[in-house]
């Protein structure tokens, strides 16, 4: 009877450390999404919000081809910033895990992270005036005499996707270096043993195995940028309205939540579909 | 197991949490809870009828008005005494049973008559609003860089491209709308679905000349740093604060007219400290407080009560045009004021116009 009694209590243990986590888990992410999706199945009609419960607003995003445009726009610059980030991101974390001494590894890495240590507003801010005509680097370049006229850098999808690079490189860094410290230091040694040149062995051995580490932070660009408003909005000068943007621009003055939620849905969708394309080619659905 | 002393100690700090979530902005019968535009933020306006009623005021501030009403839609009736809101949306905070009726007297006899607006603030003779401040949806420019006489003809903003890359345009799909109309000669209050082709292809055409469309911070970032030399959409809330820095920021308005925007002041309907909030309101409409109002540290513009011009500094008022305004209240319009199904269209001509 004692035995059983303390089976039962090791089995509802588990669900105590669970249960706050499920709790906050369904107030704070299903029930708003339930709501989410119920809201984008009514109508603004007027200055009222009618449970219609239709598709008229998923239509709509189908039927406009400026809504089209801001998904395709949101994808492309998502894209974008996630493979330049990545192209950046690699050399940096490389170099900190096998160039920087062990012991100026963590101060090289809070110098990598530093930019994380502002707000992101005022960095955008900040970016703005370095981009801007007369800013930091059109003067540099006038200075040194390799253009005449400034070039127009802020306001721009340019600039949009320098502020995200900016953001994520330190991102994708953190979790490519935390990958190549997992990786043993004989792996390496062996391919060298074999005969494999040094770009033989990054390419077949050290590339491949710290794919995880990359894809993980591509995912977490991915899903941070597609979904952020504030870079575009105060980087992007409106010259490509993004999905968050005309997300917002429902809301601003007319309170077209019904519209909102429709296209923040398809949104997720989006995000939902490029993640499980991720966890199929990581395999990640078998662990 | 859980001790009783636990038990209790969880039990008191769960009720205070449910206390302190339920309680929502007002906590203390000393305090009043205003949900306003930024201007209001200023602290050089507020104090003053902090230390005369000894209590605190507790500013949300907010854009859009969309904004506002969700946020009073996801608030306990009571919360909020106080309400600036958009002039043209009176009639739906009315409509929507938000806004009280404020006490006969409450509006001085000084406003300048053109901005009074009782039109939309005056229902079946009781006064829900009072107009506390305008200005207009124009054309600012910087004067070291552009030719003044040339911005009196708004048409130059698009015909050609003489200002290409020099422009920028003000993010509010309303009042730029207006001002294109305007520019096309429509009158802003009759515009109807029939007039958005036209409109349309003078916006693309404004925006093919413009080098960004920006919020309130980076459209005036953008004409302060020599980003861009115009404004559309501008005016003295844009200009008028930064010109004791840069005398060549200034504004005008062209011969075809601007939009005239303004913000009211009212009292929630549900309002717990009604009489506080009308001492609120009846402050803020007074002279002192609307000369201090007019040149808030946030944004610069006309304080509708013409009696404020006595508390205003020469270098205030020739910044704000005060002189110009009897020749700019004629000639100017109020901005559209769309029914929900116009507005629907005209928001969906703005996301074209910025995804052109």
């Given at each position: 009877m004692a035995t059983v009694r303390r089976r039962g209590g090791d089995g509802l243990r588990p669900w105590a450390f669970v249960v706050p986590a499920l709790l906050w888990t369904v107030a704070f992410f299903c029930a708003p999404f339930v709501v989410m999706a119920a809201v984008s199945l009514w109508e603004r009609v007027g200055t009222d919000l009618v449970?219609?419960?239709?598709f008229v607003n998923y239509a709509k995003f189908f039927a406009r081809p400026h809504f089209l445009e801001a998904m395709a726009n949101s994808l492309e610059v998502t894209a974008i910033v996630t493979v330049l980030s990545i192209l950046l991101a690699y050399p940096l974390a490389w170099i900190l895990a096998e160039r920087v001494p062990e012991r100026w590894q963590r101060i090289a890495l809070i110098c990598a992270i530093l930019p994380f240590w502002t707000s992101y507003v005022v960095r955008s801010y900040a970016w703005l005036l370095v981009l801007a005509n007369n800013g930091v680097i059109n003067q540099a370049l006038t200075g040194i005499g390799l253009i005449d006229e400034p070039l127009s850098l802020a306001n721009s999808r340019t600039a949009t996707v320098i502020g995200f690079v900016h953001f994520f490189v330190m991102l994708l860094t953190l979790t490519i270096y935390a990958n190549l410290k997992q990786l043993p230091k004989n792996y390496a040694r062996a391919a060298a043993d074999l005969g494999a040149s040094r770009f033989a062995t990054f390419v077949h051995v050290i590339l491949p195995l710290t794919l995880p580490g990359i894809m993980v932070g591509a995912f977490l660009t991915f899903v941070l940028c597609i979904g952020d408003y504030i870079t575009p909005q105060i980087l992007g000068g409106n010259s490509d309205l993004v999905m968050p943007q005309l997300i917002m621009l429902q809301i601003g003055r007319r309170a077209d939540f019904p519209t909102a939620s429709a296209l923040a849905i398809l949104l997720m969708v989006v995000v939902t579909l490029v993640y499980i394309a991720c966890a199929r080619w990581l395999k990640l659905e078998r662990a | 197991m859980m001790t009783t002393t636990m038990r209790k100690s969880l039990l008191a700090i769960g009720t205070s949490a449910i206390a302190l979530v339920a309680a929502g902005p007002a906590l203390a019968a000393g305090e009043l809870n205003a949900l306003v535009?930024?201007?209001?933020?200023?602290p050089e306006l507020i104090r003053p009828f902090e230390e005369a009623h000894d209590v605190r005021v507790n500013l949300k501030e907010y854009e859009g008005t969309g904004t506002a009403l969700s946020l009073v839609e996801q608030s306990r009736p009571g919360d909020w005494d106080v309400f600036v809101i958009d002039g043209i949306d009176v009639p739906r905070a009315i409509d929507a049973g938000i806004l009280g009726e404020l006490p006969e007297g409450?509006?001085?006899?000084?406003?300048f008559p053109e901005v009074a607006l009782d039109e939309l603030q005056v229902r079946d003779g009781k006064r829900y609003a009072v107009t506390e401040k305008f200005g207009y949806n124009t054309v600012s420019f910087n004067k070291a860089d552009v030719d003044p006489a040339a911005m009196e003809d708004m048409t130059a903003l698009w015909k050609d491209d003489t200002y290409k890359g020099q422009i920028a345009v003000y993010d509010y799909y309303l009042p730029v709308i207006g001002m294109v109309a305007m520019g096309l000669g429509k009158q802003t209050a009759d515009l109807t679905e029939d007039d958005l082709p036209e409109i349309r292809e003078t916006l693309f055409k404004l925006k093919d000349n413009a080098a960004l469309v920006g919020e309130v911070v980076s459209s005036q970032t953008a004409i302060a740093t020599g980003e861009v030399d115009i404004l559309v959409g501008g005016g003295e809330w844009v200009t008028a604060g930064l010109s004791a820095e840069n005398p060549d920021l200034d504004w005008i308005l062209p011969e075809q007219g601007g939009v005239r925007w303004s913000q009211s002041i009212g009292v929630f309907a549900d309002s717990e400290r009604k009489d506080l909030a009308v001492e609120f309101v009846k402050y803020i409409l007074s002279p002192e407080a609307q000369a201090k109002l007019a040149t808030s540290s946030c944004y610069w513009a006309m304080p509708a009560n013409a009696a404020a011009g006595d508390a205003l500094t020469d270098q205030q008022k020739q910044a704000l045009r005060w002189d110009d305004q009897p020749d700019y209240l004629k000639n100017a319009q109020l901005y559209p004021s769309p029914d929900a199904e116009l507005d629907a269209k005209m928001q969906d001509l703005w996301a074209e116009f910025l995804q052109h």
């Open positions: 449970a219609s419960w239709s | 535009w930024c201007d209001h933020t200023d409450t509006a001085p006899d000084t406003i």
